[in-house]
């Protein structure tokens, strides 16, 4: 029987006694938004009838890093809407143009930039917002930031339109933001939250808004303005076709001498539909969906590590309403469903009420196999289906309660995933935060054999680090028909404008899974609290100065002690849009477990201190110039051998905007860990990026990602790596985006590889691919 060990929701909703209330205030601001006849030419000029009767805005308040002080330029705001759009023009004033900061540059990539945009929350009811903004180049980028999590992604991408135009007095910027883009009530009459947003990029980088914003308050979008009118507004008939062709002719063969090359050459046609069933009820669909990835991820280091990697969703399908599905722990992870042959997903928003629905199958099964000390990745040669709902409803501003469900599901495999959670907020301060989740599990009788350290992976008693047939994943995945177990999270925050503190429990059991999200780690417990004091000097060149620290202790579920450690740390932002933080860390935590036929931890292993110091900072000394980097020096402990060693980490970056439409992106990684009998590793990762951005809708990039490693093999006790080995995977892409479904690519990668066996680099793999889509909008 699964015990119940949450906080009850009961006491949550008797807390909550206010009537439901919007979140925007029109005494922060309000405007009226008239519906006019006819639409405008989005051209970057404001020459037609329309804009003479539009509504006027001033961006008139800098709320960072001044505090709601007199913004230091003149920005004006026009809006009107028709029944199918909203339409905005900025008339950005600069009193020295020649040093507004903008670049051609990809979608979403334009932070930094001088940029001007709006925040519309159309429900008004401090839950999500759209965030759209647009550089003096015409680049876009949008957003969705949630508050239930507390996060902002600009992973979403909706198709509207704009225009730049850089005048003698600074920058105008043109807008049309179709409906059939957001969710909205139904109704004759709208009431909006909305924010009207300069970034006004020089010495500092200035935010700046059409009103003020308390710092006291940790909610910013229950501080949004109100925005009436909008009457009559409809999404018209909100349906996107979107046919796609893949065409790929992938070659591979093994990395040995004289090996013959595997070559494939595959066609996928897909289609995809979107179709806005009521402006806050959206349906999609896909047959055969191109779940292609085009542009490689950024490099990581994975080395001295137990962990599996996590890297993010960057696929349309998945991504459009993700938010809908997100709770406060991460069980809703869609890049666990690799290829399907179908999806589909509903989302609605209805009054106080949200709802999510997803459907897809797999041709494969991937899930993650997690445990309390390291974690790796499973694979079922088998097509799975997966279905995810969710249900939520808010109670005005202080009270949000909700729950999930997702389920994956193959031959003699299955995890379903229940979750209940709260979010409350009594006061602009403070924030509790409860989830509860359970999980029922079934493995095939057979999985544990695809982490066995040996042919016959039969546990050895007392076998030591060299001659352990078994380790953890294999324990974790030696299951005999299903089993169950929960997980539970509580957590306090307090924020304001000077101070804030967590207070945090979580509890996963050793049995909990969930496999379509990304957990990976059960069989613990942990405890964190820390407080932090934050001032904003008004003279000098720190505008922003942070002084925080925390403790947490970790144990298994047998009450084990995994982990304990304490930080303290500084943070500061200044001139030259500089940030940097430091920080030293002190902890105790287990290595490796002697005994591979063994969960347990006390007896089986041996706890280590460890002290280290970090730092990271990026400062943009001028428009073309962007630096960064990120150093570790200090004790860590050596995985392979069960020992403590010191680390450096030294991983330096640069953006050059080497033209207003030449970029170079270069990173590096160096890490190397030393041990009392020499240099166990040295290891170096280098991610080079150039592009050219022919115009706002071509480009040409030019990738590289070389990973490096050297090991002395005679300092392994229990293995025989490689002592050299070298990777170098290599990407050129031709794209035209009209916008960011109607796009073509073509395209070349390559992957390479050497190590001890063969000791320069040979290629393994090599793919020529294209991609046409095109967003049919009916």
Known sequence: MIKVRFLPLALLVSAYCSSYAFAGETSQFSIQI??????????????????????????????????????????????????????????????????????????????????????????????????????????????????????????????????????????????????????????????????????????????????????NNNCQLCQLGVATGLENIQQGNDLQITPSLVLNRNGQRPHNANSEWDNDNNIEPSLDVRWGITPNTLLSATINPDFSQVEADAGQLDINSTFALFYPEKRAFFLDNK????????????????????????????????????????????????????SDLANIDKKSHNFAGRYRLD???????????????????????????????????????????????????????????????????????????????????????SFSDDMYLLSYQYESRNWDALAQYISIGEDFRADLGFVDQVDFNKFVTGAGYTWYPTSGFFNEVRLSGDWDISHNQAGDKLEQEAEARVQVNGQWQSYATFGVVTRDRVGRRHNGASLAIDGNTQMFSETMGWFYGNIKPTRTLFLEVDVNYGDDID??????????????????????????????????????????????????????????????????????????????????????????????????????????????????????????????EETYFMKLSYAWLL
């Open 323 to 374: 938010d809908y599905f997100d709770t406060h722990l991460n069980l809703l992870h869609t890049r666990n469903i690799g290829a399907p042959d179908y999806g589909l997903k509903l989302t609605s928003k209805v009054g106080d009420h949200t709802f999510a629905t997803l459907i897809t199958d797999d041709t494969h099964t991937n899930f993650l196999v997690p445990g309390n000390l390291s």
């Open 395 to 481: 109670l005005g501003k202080p009270l949000s309660i909700g729950a999930l469900v997702t389920a994956k599901k193959s031959d003699d495999y299955h995890n379903y995933v229940t979750s209940v959670d709260a979010k409350y907020q009594p006061t602009d301060s403070d924030t509790f935060i409860a989830q509860y989740v359970v999980s029922d599990t079934q493995y095939p009788t057979d999985l544990f054999k695809e982490f066995c350290n040996s042919d016959d992976c039969l546990p050895k008693q007392n076998c030591n680090l060299n001659d352990c047939g078994v380790n953890e994943r294999v324990l974790r995945t030696q299951k005999l028909g």
């Open 639 to 764: 995985f392979a051998n069960d020992q403590l060693g010191t680390r450096v980490k030294f991983n330096p970056g640069v953006n050059w905007k080497i033209t207003d439409s030449i970029e170079m992106d270069l990173s590096h990684v160096y890490r190397t860990l030393d041990v009392d009998e020499g240099r166990l590793f040295t290891a170096n990762l280098s991610d080079l990026r150039l592009s050219w951005y022919i115009d706002i809708h071509n480009f040409i990039r030019v990738s590289s990602v070389y990973t490096d490693i050297e090991r002395d093999t005679s300092l392994y006790k229990y293995s025989t790596p490689n002592a050299q080995y070298q990777q170098l995977g290599n990407e050129v892409l031709y794209g035209y985006k009209l916008n960011p479904q109607s796009v073509f690519y073509l395209g070349y990668s390559d992957g390479l590889k050497a190590d001890d066996a063969i000791d320069s680099l040979m290629k393994t």
């Open 34 to 215: 008239p519906t006019i006849e006819g639409a405008v030419d989005i051209d970057g000029d404001f020459n037609e009838s329309q804009w003479q009767q539009a509504a006027i805005a001033t961006i008139d308040f800098e709320t960072n890093p001044g505090e709601n002080i007199a913004a230091p330029v003149q920005t004006q705001v026009k809006i009107f809407a028709t029944q199918s759009s909203l339409f905005l023009s900025y008339t950005a004033n600069d009193p020295d143009p020649q040093q507004i900061r903008a670049n051609l540059s990809d979608r979403d990539s334009v932070w930094g930039d001088d940029l001007v945009g709006i925040k519309l929350d159309t429900f008004n009811d401090a839950r999500l917002a759209y965030q759209f903004f647009v550089n003096a180049y015409g680049v876009q980028m949008d957003s969705i930031e949630n508050e239930l999590t507390g996060s902002e992604s600009d992973a979403w991408d909706g198709i509207w339109y704009s225009a730049a135009k850089q005048t003698e007095s600074g920058y105008q910027v043109e807008i049309e933001l179709p409906l059939r883009v957001l969710n909205f009530d139904p109704k004759d009459r709208q009431t909006w939250g909305i924010e009207f947003i300069r970034f006004y990029p020089r010495n500092e980088e200035h935010r700046l808004s059409s009103h003020q914003i308390d710092r």
